[in-house]
C-alpha cells in the first residue's frame, strides 16, 4: 500500500487528544502515517474545539488559509472533525469549497469510508448523534499501542448544561460504555506495556448513573486496580456533584489510584454557581475537598476557573479567591467568560467590561502562581515515585510523572521507560521537578 502524510492538528481537551490518537490509528490502515508539517499533508485534518470563542476563530482561520494550499496542491484532502464540526456540519462544506469531509463527534467510526470517498473525489458531512444502542461505535479502541501512559474513554457527553457550556449540544447526552468492555481495552493495552490508565469522558465520575445498566464509576476504578500490570490510574473531568462517598473511599485504599484530582470548582460564589447551573454549592464543594483530605491527606487538587461571568461583582468574585485559599490548588486553568451562542448564559446581560474581567484574570493567575510556586518548592528533598514515562529534552534524561502528575526530569538510560522508581526530588521550577534515581 502507497504511504501518504496525514497531518493532524488537535485543539482544547483531552477528549479530543484522545480522538485524534484513534484517528491516528484508524487511517494507518489505509497507509496514511503522520507528519509534524501541514506542507506534507497528503491528508490534513483539524480536530476542533469549540468550548471558547476564540478557539473556534482559530478553526476558520486556518480553514480560509488552506485555500492557497488546496490550489497548489490540488490532491491534498482537508478535513474537519470534533466540536466545530459537529456544531456547523454541512455548514462548513458550503462555506469552504476547498474542504472535503466535515466529521461530527460520533462520527469518527465512519471516518475510513469518509476518506477513501474523498480520494475518489466525493465531498460528504456526517453529524448525526448516535443512539444509546450502537454505544460501541463511539469507541473504536487503539490498537498497537506504544506509550506507558494511555487514556483509555469510559463515557461522552454530558447531561449537565451548564449555562456557559456548549459542550452537551456538541457532544450530545452522557453515554457510558460498556464496562466488560472498558476492562477489555484495559488488558489489552496491559499486555502491550501500558503502565498507567487514564480514565477519560466528559464527565467521568457520572459513569454508569444513567440507567444503562453499568456498575458505579467507583466500581470500574476498583476493577482497573485489579489488572495486576496496571500500577496507577487516574481519572479526568469529575463533577464536584458526582463525587460520590464511595468514590472518595477509593482514593483511600487504592494505593494505584494517584493522589491528584481535577476538580473544577468555576466560581466560589454561591449565586454565581446558581446562575452557572453547577449543581453545587461552596460548602458542598469544600466538604468534598475535606472528605478527599480525610482519606489522602496529601490528595493534590487542580481545577478551573471562569472570571467575569456576566454581573460578576467585586465581592463575588473574592469569594473566588478565597476559595483558592481554602483549596490551595496545585495547578488552575483559569479563564475570562466567554459567552457561547446557544446557551443560556449567552442570554444573560453581560454588563462587565473587558479591562475588569482581565484585570480579575490577573489577579487570580497572581494568587495560583505563588501557590503553584508553594508546592513546587515543597517537593525539594522529598523522595517520590516516578513512572518512568520517555526520554526528556535533555540528552541523558527521561522524564515521568509523580503520583500528582507533576513532571520530573532525571539523569537516566532508556531502559527505565516504564519502571516505577524512586527519586530523590532536588530541584522544584514552575512546571516540572529536577530529581537523582535512588
Ligand atoms: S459538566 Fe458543565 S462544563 Fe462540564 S461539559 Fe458538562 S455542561 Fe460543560
Same mark, same amino acid.
Given at each position: 500500500?502507497?504511504s501518504k502524510n496525514l497531518y493532524i492538528a488537535t485543539f482544547g481537551?483531552?477528549?479530543n487528544v484522545?480522538d485524534s490518537e484513534?484517528i491516528v490509528?484508524m487511517l494507518q490502515?489505509l497507509g496514511y502515517r503522520t507528519t509534524e508539517h501541514l506542507r506534507e499533508g497528503d491528508l490534513v485534518l483539524f480536530n476542533t474545539c469549540?468550548?471558547?470563542?476564540g478557539a473556534e476563530d482559530k478553526v476558520h482561520q486556518h480553514l480560509a488559509n488552506l485555500k492557497s494550499l488546496k490550489k497548489k496542491r490540488p490532491g491534498t484532502l482537508i478535513g474537519i472533525a470534533g466540536?466545530v464540526a459537529?456544531?456547523?456540519?454541512?455548514?462548513l462544506?458550503?462555506d469552504y469549497p476547498w474542504l472535503d469531509l466535515v466529521v461530527?463527534?460520533?462520527?469518527?467510526?465512519?471516518l475510513?469510508?469518509m476518506v477513501?470517498?474523498a480520494e475518489?473525489?466525493?465531498r460528504?458531512?456526517?453529524?448525526?448523534?448516535?443512539?444509546?444502542?450502537?454505544?460501541?461505535?463511539?469507541?473504536?479502541?487503539?490498537?498497537?499501542?506504544?506509550?506507558?501512559?494511555?487514556?483509555?474513554?469510559?463515557?461522552?457527553?454530558?447531561?449537565?448544561?451548564?449555562?456557559?457550556?456548549?459542550?452537551?449540544?456538541?457532544?450530545?447526552?452522557?453515554?457510558?460504555?460498556?464496562?466488560?468492555?472498558?476492562?477489555?481495552?484495559?488488558?489489552?493495552?496491559?499486555?502491550?506495556?501500558?503502565?498507567?490508565?487514564?480514565?477519560?469522558?466528559?464527565?467521568?465520575?457520572?459513569?454508569?448513573?444513567?440507567?444503562?445498566?453499568?456498575?458505579?464509576?467507583?466500581?470500574?476504578?476498583?476493577?482497573?486496580?485489579?489488572?495486576?500490570?496496571?500500577?496507577?490510574?487516574?481519572?479526568?473531568?469529575?463533577?464536584?456533584?458526582?463525587?460520590?462517598?464511595?468514590?472518595?473511599?477509593?482514593?483511600?485504599?487504592?494505593? %494505584?489510584?494517584? +493522589?491528584?484530582?481535577?476538580?473544577?470548582?468555576? *466560581? /466560589?460564589?454561591?449565586?454565581? @454557581? #446558581?446562575?452557572?447551573?453547577?449543581?453545587?454549592?461552596?460548602?458542598?464543594?469544600?466538604?468534598?475537598?475535606?472528605?478527599?483530605?480525610?482519606?489522602?491527606?496529601?490528595?493534590?487538587?487542580?481545577?478551573?476557573?471562569?472570571?467575569?461571568?456576566?454581573?460578576?461583582?467585586?465581592?463575588?468574585?473574592?469569594?473566588?479567591?478565597?476559595?483558592?485559599?481554602?483549596?490551595?490548588?496545585?495547578?488552575?486553568?483559569?479563564?475570562?467568560?466567554?459567552?457561547?451562542?446557544?446557551?443560556?448564559?449567552?442570554?444573560?446581560?453581560?454588563?462587565?467590561?473587558?479591562?475588569?474581567?482581565?484585570?480579575?484574570?490577573?489577579?487570580?493567575?497572581?494568587?495560583?502562581?505563588?501557590?503553584?510556586?508553594?508546592?513546587?518548592?515543597?517537593?525539594?528533598?522529598?523522595?517520590?515515585?516516578?513512572?518512568?514515562?520517555?526520554?526528556? %529534552?535533555?540528552? +541523558?534524561?527521561?522524564?515521568?510523572?509523580?503520583? *500528582? /502528575?507533576?513532571?520530573?526530569? @532525571? #539523569?537516566?538510560?532508556?531502559?527505565?521507560?516504564?519502571?516505577?522508581?524512586?527519586?530523590?526530588?532536588?530541584?522544584?521550577?514552575?512546571?516540572?521537578?529536577?530529581?537523582?534515581?535512588?
Open positions: 500500500m502507497q481537551c483531552q477528549m484522545n484513534r490509528t490502515e469549540t468550548v471558547r470563542g466540536c459537529q456544531q456547523e456540519g454541512d455548514r462544506l458550503a461530527g463527534t460520533h462520527n469518527l467510526h465512519l475510513p469510508e477513501r470517498e475518489a473525489g466525493r460528504r458531512s456526517e453529524t448525526d448523534f448516535l443512539e444509546n444502542d450502537t454505544r460501541l461505535d463511539l469507541f473504536p479502541a487503539i490498537a498497537g499501542y506504544r506509550k506507558v501512559s494511555a487514556f483509555v474513554t469510559v463515557m461522552q457527553g454530558c447531561d449537565n448544561f451548564c449555562s456557559y457550556c456548549i459542550v452537551p449540544y456538541v457532544r450530545g447526552r452522557e453515554i457510558s460504555r460498556r464496562f466488560d468492555e472498558i476492562l477489555r481495552e484495559v488488558r489489552e493495552l496491559a499486555s502491550q506495556g501500558v503502565r498507567e490508565v487514564v480514565l477519560l469522558g466528559q464527565n467521568v465520575n457520572s459513569y454508569g448513573m444513567k440507567g444503562e445498566g453499568e456498575p458505579p464509576f467507583s466500581e470500574l476504578v476498583r476493577e482497573v486496580a485489579r489488572v495486576p500490570e496496571v500500577a496507577r490510574i487516574r481519572f479526568v473531568t469529575s463533577h464536584p456533584k458526582d463525587m460520590s462517598p464511595e468514590l472518595i473511599a477509593c482514593f483511600g485504599d487504592i494505593p %494505584k489510584l494517584c +493522589g491528584a484530582l481535577h476538580l473544577p470548582a468555576q *466560581s /466560589g460564589n454561591n449565586r454565581i @454557581l #446558581a446562575a452557572m447551573n453547577r449543581g453545587y454549592s461552596r460548602e458542598r464543594y469544600l466538604e468534598t475537598v475535606r472528605a478527599l483530605r480525610a482519606v489522602r491527606p496529601d490528595i493534590k487538587f487542580t481545577g478551573d476557573m471562569i472570571v467575569g461571568f456576566p454581573a460578576e461583582t467585586e465581592a463575588e468574585f473574592e469569594e473566588t479567591l478565597s476559595l483558592m485559599e481554602e483549596v490551595r490548588y496545585f495547578d488552575l486553568f483559569s479563564f475570562v467568560y466567554s459567552p457561547r451562542p446557544g446557551t443560556k448564559a449567552a442570554e444573560l446581560a453581560d454588563d462587565l467590561s473587558k479591562e475588569v474581567k482581565l484585570e480579575r484574570l490577573d489577579r487570580l493567575q497572581k494568587l495560583q502562581s505563588i501557590h503553584s510556586r508553594v508546592h513546587n518548592e515543597s517537593y525539594t528533598g522529598t523522595i517520590q515515585q516516578v513512572l518512568v514515562e520517555g526520554p526528556a %529534552k535533555r540528552e +541523558g534524561q527521561v522524564m515521568g510523572r509523580c503520583d *500528582s /502528575g507533576r513532571i520530573v526530569n @532525571l #539523569a537516566g538510560s532508556p531502559e527505565l521507560i516504564g519502571c516505577l522508581v524512586n527519586v530523590r526530588i532536588v530541584e522544584g521550577y514552575a512546571n516540572s521537578l529536577l530529581g537523582e534515581l535512588l
